[in-house]
Nanobody
Framework: QLQVVESGGGLVQPGGSLSLSCAASGFTLDYYAIGWYRQAPGKERERVSCVSSRDGNTFYADSVKGRFTISRDNAKNTVYLQMNSLKPEDTAVYYC????????????????WGQGTQVTVSS
């Protein structure tokens, strides 16, 4: 059974850090690109970061560059998003999404999604 589960969200103060995990079961993660998306209330779901399968290339949205780091552990079938220097505008539900091959700019290109984990940055 194919399953994608995010974890690690929570409430953190501005300037703090959180580490999100995306556990993918039923997949051979080596063959998949993994994207992190987020959706704030009343806003479109936006791409935050992605790591491709074959070449390991990464993408970061301008808004998170230098603060977020994506990494993958294929042996554990898990992808991580380390988030540092968090800002209130990072508050959103964060989703993990999978597709075979390379990262896609289009969220419709990802057939597999998790249920999301809430990240709230507030004092």
């Amino acid at each position: 059974q194919l399953q994608v589960v995010e974890s690690g969200g929570g409430l953190v103060q501005p300037g703090g850090s959180l580490s999100l995990s995306c556990a993918a079961s039923g997949f051979t993660l080596d063959y998949y690109a993994i994207g992190w998306y987020r959706q704030a209330p009343g806003k479109e779901r936006e791409r935050v970061s992605c790591v491709s399968s074959r070449d390991g290339n990464t993408f970061y949205a301008d808004s998170v560059k230098g603060r977020f780091t994506i990494s993958r552990d294929n042996a554990k079938n898990t992808v991580y998003l380390q988030m540092n220097s968090l800002k209130p505008e990072d508050t959103a539900v964060y989703y993990c999404a999978l597709k075979r091959g390379l990262c896609s700019r289009q969220k419709n290109g990802y057939p597999y999604w998790g249920q999301g984990t809430q990240v709230t940055v507030s004092s």
